[in-house]
């Protein structure tokens, strides 16, 4: 939570300049508390896994947080039980009266496709539209990293050469963003892809900028300059075991794939799991909801829209 200090103390003006974050007094006095909505779209095949490693980052804040659980209608999941997913989610046809504070649009495995050409692509366009009006911060994750930048700019992704598979250096690029706040000069973030954007894209529109990349995974952390659009190459809600179940799985079918880079000890599966990423993970996922904390409109029916 947020320091409260009176506006004219000098430490007000010298916390804020390094990016330390404070209420002042007034401000503080007036706040109403409320659950923040947080709505998850989950496209992964395996939605318990998914979303309880995004659960796991959001619940670790003092703040009160009401998840909402969303599915594409137009896309049958063969992986879960159909009952669990009329139990627990929703869709995007159920809630687009509503207004959220953020949203969560995950990876899903259909890298190989071109974005038009997955089934349930024209609903995840109304979905990411709808989002510019009616959610204040949205946050896109791996290949929904990709297909928000496509959607929103236009921007392409790439076949990589071979699957870029591990855990790998990131270096933050502005340490005085919201997002990074707190963070060291180098983190570690998961991978599992075969896709990448290029950088040269990114920079190319000037309405995005690159908080953090990684030499070996390129732009890691991206957001728009209003800051009410994240798109995160990477997984850093994965656990412990996220990447040796995928490598064991690969193995078992007889699939040519790499050890993970800079997952296991000494890079040997046989000296187990040496985890060096959770703590930035956290972190990131604290500051992000402590920005939509303080920014969104306490009566959501005034949120503002995008352009």
Known sequence: MPILIP?????????????????????????????????????????????????????????????FLLRMESHFSTHVDES???????????????????????????????????DYWD????????????????LHVCWGAQAGLYHHYEIKKYELPQKLFGVFPHRVLD???????????????????HTQIRKEDVLAEPDLK?????????????????????????HMEYDRDTLRLEYERDLGKGLPIAVPANYFKNDDPTQGVEVRWTGHANLFFANWLNYVYQETPFDLERLPELD
Do not use: W
């Open 7 to 67: 506006r004219g103390l000098p430490a007000y003006r010298t916390l804020k300049n390094e990016n330390i974050f404070v209420m002042h007094e007034r401000r503080g006095s007036r706040q109403d508390i409320r659950p923040l909505r947080i709505a998850i779209v989950n496209l992964m095949p395996t939605k318990q896994v998914t979303e309880t490693q995004l659960a796991r980052m959001l619940a670790n804040t003092p703040l009160q947080v009401q998840l």
């Open 175 to 193: 340490k005085k963003s919201e997002f990074t706040r707190g963070f060291d000069d180098v983190f570690y973030v998961p991978h599992s892809r």
């Open 123 to 138: 609903e995840l366009s109304d979905l990411m539209d709808y989002s510019k009006k009616n959610v204040f911060s949205t």
């Open 84 to 118: 669990y997913m009329r139990t627990f989610y929703t869709t995007f046809e159920e809630i687009k009266s509503q207004k959220f504070d953020g949203m969560i649009i995950t990876g899903a495995p259909v890298e190989f496709y071109d974005f038009e050409d997955v």
């Open 210 to 234: 690159i908080l953090a990349e990684s030499e070996e995974a390129g732009p890691h952390i991206i957001c728009s300059r209003n800051k009410r659009m994240l798109f995160i190459q990477g």
